[in-house]
């Protein structure tokens, strides 16, 4: 039975999803939902020691359950580590779909980052993780999500894609983002370690695929060789044209087929992603310059986002210059909205795209957070930004961490913590959604991403914040 993700997400692959659920639906109070030790994927004994050291700063017993829950659920129940050609080897599923995201494999990894300094098997996952996704994009760049095996065909019911589907792939969709995710998380592990060791010939020869497929899909010397179009009576699922998008001026942005939810673009300059391959592509000329010497590799990335970035300044923008579009197509047309998936116009600052201080990001996120947003819900449960893949009227706990993490304001984060120990429907997890007004109804309940995000939030507010902590929700 092939089962797609939007099937799962929407429940109508419910009984392959409920086969790989690791906690039950509704959880005793307070029980922790972790795996048994023995069952585990992974475990560190520094990520156990900062689960150890945060909790006994929570105050709200609820608070610190959700914390100790989530914050190690990727390495609990996702991670799959190994050895592929003598060199570590890292597969990363998402929780209840059984395959690995560029982009989603980066995110939940990059939470543990800064523990690595202190154990020498985490950084032998993150190296693993490394190759595994160089190998990914040697594979097929333009490919969003990947199979285990070299040779096995996609499981998500993407087959019969009209596209150009290759063994071991499982979804061909074009984001900008899942090239840029791996960059950020190279240029993290290789802050937090200076350990040169993932940064081989092999690695780099990834990287230099991901930044010639940026460029290409610049097509400013033509549409370059990504088609793709779905059986689908969604329009979300596929692009006009025959599988190019619909038309653009080329202004020296980057296309892109899909948005980070997965959902096809509107516009094709999709205004947040090219924002994050700019910040991307500077990361990864750091590791290229300072861990392999790559002096020609660095200063190639570099040029590409500066060109990126002077594109982003004349084309990137609303009609009246005051805040960030979401999508644009370089004839003057923009569409304003914002999608809880990252990247998001919301969530710039954590990219390293945008300053949170900065006037533009600022109003931009505060028009993100409000009724000219589209997908921005308010209800009796909270409020936050859903987007298409889920449906009007789903609030993604995404948002309201994303919101949190890049507030100064106390009271705008105790409120979203607030939202937050409500809204998990009694699982003890985060989920990608939940309806505005009923809690209990929520789609994935096994969604590391937004597990791990979470646990980055609380970690952020001890840092930051740590009185917050002291209060009961």
């Not at 201080?357 to 930004?385: C, K, Q, V």
């Not at 995404?398 to 705008?412: G, K, P």
């Amino acid at each position: 039975m092939n089962i797609t993700r939007r099937d799962l997400v929407a429940g109508t692959g419910a009984l392959a999803l409920t086969a790989l659920m690791p906690a039950p639906a509704f959880a005793a109070p307070f029980v922790s939902q972790r795996p048994p030790r023995e069952k585990r994927a992974f475990t560190s004994p520094a990520v156990e020691a900062e689960i150890k050291r945060v909790k006994a700063k929570i105050a709200d017993p609820e608070l610190a359950w959700l914390f100790e829950n989530c914050y190690p659920n990727t390495l609990d129940t996702t991670v799959q580590p190994g050895t592929l050609d003598g060199k570590p080897d890292t597969f990363v599923i998402t929780g209840d779909i059984n395959a690995m995201w560029l982009r989603d494999s980066s995110a939940q990894l990059q939470t543990y980052v800064h523990l690595t300094p202190k154990d020498k098997a985490l950084r032998r996952l993150f190296h693993g993780a490394l190759q595994r996704q160089a190998r990914c994009i040697l594979v097929d760049p333009y490919a969003n999500a990947f199979m285990k095996e070299a040779t096995a065909k996609s499981n998500l019911g993407a087959v019969n894609d009209l596209t150009e589907m290759k063994p071991g792939v499982a979804e061909r969709k074009w984001e900008i983002d899942s090239l840029c995710y791996p960059m950020r998380l190279a240029h993290a592990y290789w802050s937090a370690t200076r350990d040169k060791a993932p940064f081989d010939d092999f690695w780099a020869s990834g990287m230099k695929q991901a930044v010639a497929t940026l460029k290409e899909q610049q097509r400013i010397d033509g549409p370059g060789s990504y088609r793709f179009q779905r059986r689908d009576p969604s329009p979300t699922e596929t692009l006009m044209f025959g599988g190019l998008g619909s038309p653009t001026k080329k202004v020296g942005l980057i296309h892109s087929g899909f948005r980070p939810s997965d959902d096809a673009c509107v516009f094709p300059f999709l205004i947040p992603s090219n924002l994050f391959a700019v910040s991307a592509l500077r990361m990864l000329a750091t590791v290229l310059r300072e861990a392999r010497g790559d002096v020609e590799g660095a200063v190639e990335a570099e040029a590409l986002a500066s060109v990126v970035s002077d594109a982003l300044e004349k084309h990137g923008k609303m009609p009246d210059g005051q805040t960030w579009a979401f999508e644009v197509n370089g004839y003057g047309d923009a569409i304003f909205m914002d999608d809880a998936n990252v990247p998001s116009l919301s969530a710039l600052p954590l990219l390293g795209a945008a300053d949170r201080r900065d006037p533009l990001y600022r109003r931009t996120a505060a028009l993100a957070w409000s009724p000219r947003n589209p997908y921005f819900f308010a209800g009796s449960a909270g409020e936050g930004i859903g987007g298409p893949h889920v449906g009007m009227d789903m609030i993604w706990p995404m948002s309201i961490i994303t919101r949190a993490l890049v507030s100064d304001d106390e009271a705008v984060i105790r409120q979203c913590l607030g939202w937050l120990k409500k809204t998990h429907g009694g699982t003890g997890f985060m989920h990608e959604s939940f309806h505005k007004d009923d809690p209990a109804k929520f789609t994935r309940s096994w969604f590391a991403w937004a597990n791990g995000l979470f646990g980055d939030l609380i970690l952020d507010v001890e840092r930051r914040m740590p009185a917050l902590l002291n209060v009961k929700y």
